[in-house]
């Protein structure tokens, strides 16, 4: 069993194996990681200020725990746990790397908390932040939960093979692709913002305001649902085009397929953005949501002066067809 306090700031350069026991170091101060570490059972790393690691390896054969009094920052690390890991800052908490738990994993920041990597759990992973919460480019097997207490921004692939829940205090901002084998639940109470394909086997949408973006005619924000699909306390829905965006006429975008859909109505759709030369159209129906954009000049409704006129036109080269006939 190996054991280490230490008043001040502690260094550990190098690594220490420590097989069948259990491992822990306490300091002060600042800790600072870079190495090694392998033990049977246990392994605890906890700071009285910030802890950090770099190109690091920690395998635990039962808990391994590591816990910084402020800010606790892992690059190119893995951490690997016979059975529960976490990870839990004071104030804020980055995470490169790999993280794998036979049974939960947990990181927790009082602040802010970014996270990009592979995650592997037997029950689920945890990814809570006091403020805002920032997902990179992230693989978990198993069920994920993420909690923002204002903000989610998640700005990396994200790919889950279980469930999946994301929530917001305020805002929720989904800028890269997300994959969720199972069911996906999304809440923002102020506004959830979809820049990129959004696929799940089920989806619960609990938000005020929805916006979809729209950057090219091939990379969009969208849902992609195979079973059912609900919205809940929408009250208005806004898709956002991109400066530049070229329009065609005809131009159809998928914003929702799913198996089934409630929740969404034609009344609740603004666009922002558009071409002063175009209009839109919203379809609306059990199973899908499309917006059309057309050419205002090809599907004009002529004014009622001129509609009045060519009326009166049609009415004329009829009777005189008739007379002709007579």
Do not use: W
Request: with cysteine; charged share 10%.
């Amino acid at each position: 069993k190996l054991s280490a306090t230490v008043g001040g700031d502690t260094q550990v350069v190098g690594g220490f194996i420590n097989a069948g026991q259990a491992a822990s170091v306490t300091t002060g101060g600042a800790m600072s990681f870079k190495g090694v570490a392998t033990v049977g059972t246990g392994l605890l790393l906890s700071a009285g200020t910030t802890l950090s690691g770099n190109s690091l390896a920690l395998t635990a054969g039962n808990i391994a725990s590591l816990t910084a009094g402020t800010d606790l920052s892992l690059a190119v690390a893995s951490v690997v746990a016979g059975g529960a890991a976490s990870l839990t800052a004071g104030h804020d908490l980055a995470f490169a790397g790999n993280a794998q738990s036979a049974q939960s994993f947990s990181a927790l920041a009082s602040h802010g908390l970014n996270f990009s990597g592979s995650i592997k759990v037997g029950t689920g992973a945890d990814l809570t932040a006091g403020s805002g919460l920032t997902l990179g480019s992230t693989q978990v097997q198993g069920n994920l939960a993420l909690t923002g207490g204002t903000s989610v921004h998640i700005s990396g692939p994200l790919s889950v093979t279980g469930n999946a829940s994301v929530s917001a205090g305020n805002d929720l901002y989904v800028g890269a692709e997300v994959k969720v084998t199972q069911a996906l639940s999304l809440s923002a109470p102020v506004r959830l913002e979809i820049a990129a394909m959004v696929e799940s086997k089920r989806l619960a949408v609990a938000s005020q305001q929805l916006e979809f973006d729209i950057g090219t005619p091939t990379s969009f924000g969208g849902f992609r649902v195979t079973q059912t699909a609900s919205f809940d306390g929408l009250d208005a829905i806004l898709v956002n085009f991109a400066n530049g965006f070229s329009f065609l006429d005809g131009e159809v975008f998928d914003l929702v397929a799913a198996g089934t859909l409630s929740g969404i109505t034609e009344a609740m759709f603004s666009v922002h953005n558009l071409n002063a030369n175009f209009g839109y159209a919203v379809a609306v129906d059990a199973t899908s949501v499309r917006l059309t954009v057309l050419a205002k000049d090809r599907h004009a409704v002529p004014e009622p002066a001129t509609l009045a006129l060519l009326l009166l036109a049609c009415a004329a080269a009829t009777l005189a067809a008739r007379r002709r006939r007579h």
